[in-house]
């Protein structure tokens, strides 16, 4: 057992960044994760910090152009790539109009959006939880609904290899040791349509319905919260402590 790759989206909604090892610190989520984002302009929140539900932001839900967007995350910049235009910013972001103004050209009808930076992260849940999926577990649910196994489907922070498919639903209420890092082992993550978009250049329509007809569930991976900060590598071993 082991920790295959670690991921994180700096923009939600967008691809992902592959990462050789990140520090965790304890009850909070993974450095850089979602902390910025495309918000409509015409979906105001109730406060303009902090949390709030993902219904705000630009998603793969309701497009498949954040898919098609290409991102090359390098330290200092990232490029953009997209039906033959690109947009290559420095890292950290500006919040000015570049990204915003760049992506409205693939929405004509919409009205716009605003990228904004919440430091604390914008996440599906309001909790401040790392998320895990098991390659197996994404192996055996892509057979069954006869889709491409690809976790980018999961958009997880940690993908963990070396396991039995669904391995992981055990562990619900253990410790899990990885390098340096203790975690607790909260709750399985129940997955939305979202999941349909395979990133890979398709969309799977009546994916959630395949899967909780083939294999009964709706749930691929688990969400964790950092009980011991410290640093995690690719490669780590994992160590369960049932309690």
Same mark, same amino acid.
């Given at each position: 057992?082991?920790?295959?790759?670690?991921?994180?989206?700096?923009?939600?909604?967008?691809?992902?960044?592959?990462?050789?090892?990140?520090?965790?610190?304890?009850?909070?989520?993974?450095?850089?994760?979602?902390?910025?984002?495309?918000?409509?302009?015409?979906?105001?929140?109730?406060?303009?910090?902090?949390?709030?539900?993902?219904?705000?932001?630009?998603?793969?839900?309701?497009?498949?152009?954040?898919?098609?967007?290409?991102?090359?995350?390098?330290?200092?910049?990232?490029?953009?790539?997209?039906?033959?235009?690109?947009?290559?910013?420095?890292?950290?972001? &500006?919040?000015? !109009?570049?990204?915003?103004?760049? @992506?409205? +050209?693939?929405?004509? #009808? /919409?009205?716009?959006?605003?990228?904004?930076?919440?430091?604390?992260?914008?996440? &599906?849940?309001? !909790?401040?939880?790392?998320?895990? @999926?098991? +390659?197996?577990?994404? #192996? /055996?649910?892509?057979?069954?609904?006869?889709?491409?196994?690809?976790?980018?489907?999961?958009?997880?922070?940690?993908?963990?290899?070396?396991?039995?498919?669904?391995?992981?639903?055990?562990?619900?209420?253990?410790?899990?040791?990885?390098?340096?890092?203790?975690?607790?082992?909260?709750?399985?993550?129940?997955?939305?349509?979202?999941?349909?978009?395979?990133?890979?250049?398709?969309?799977?329509?009546?994916?959630?319905?395949?899967?909780?007809?083939?294999?009964?569930?709706?749930?691929?991976?688990?969400?964790?919260?950092?009980?011991?900060?410290?640093?995690?590598?690719?490669?780590?071993?994992?160590?369960?402590?049932?309690?």
């Amino acid at each position: 057992m082991h920790l295959a790759s670690i991921m994180r989206y700096p923009i939600k909604g967008f691809a992902g960044e592959s990462l050789l090892q990140a520090d965790l610190a304890p009850q909070q989520r993974m450095t850089g994760d979602r902390i910025y984002a495309l918000q409509h302009r015409d979906r105001v929140p109730p406060q303009d910090i902090g949390w709030r539900p993902k219904k705000y932001f630009i998603q793969s839900v309701q497009t498949d152009i954040l898919a098609e967007i290409d991102v090359h995350w390098s330290a200092d910049h990232a490029l953009f790539n997209c039906q033959g235009r690109s947009l290559s910013l420095p890292r950290p972001f &500006d919040l000015d !109009e570049s990204l915003a103004a760049w @992506v409205a +050209q693939f929405f004509p #009808d /919409a009205s716009g959006f605003e990228f904004i930076h919440e430091p604390t992260g914008l996440t &599906d849940e309001p !909790e401040a939880f790392i998320s895990l @999926v098991n +390659q197996a577990t994404v #192996d /055996a649910i892509a057979v069954s609904t006869a889709t491409q196994a690809n976790p980018a489907r999961y958009r997880s922070n940690l993908v963990v290899d070396g396991l039995p498919p669904f391995a992981e639903t055990d562990w619900i209420g253990a410790e899990l040791h990885i390098g340096e890092v203790t975690f607790d082992v909260i709750e399985p993550i129940v997955r939305c349509l979202a999941t349909e978009c395979d990133w890979q250049g398709g969309r799977d329509k009546g994916f959630l319905t395949r899967l909780n007809e083939s294999l009964n569930t709706d749930h691929c991976g688990v969400f964790l919260k950092t009980r011991v900060g410290g640093r995690l590598q690719t490669g780590d071993s994992l160590v369960i402590h049932h309690k």
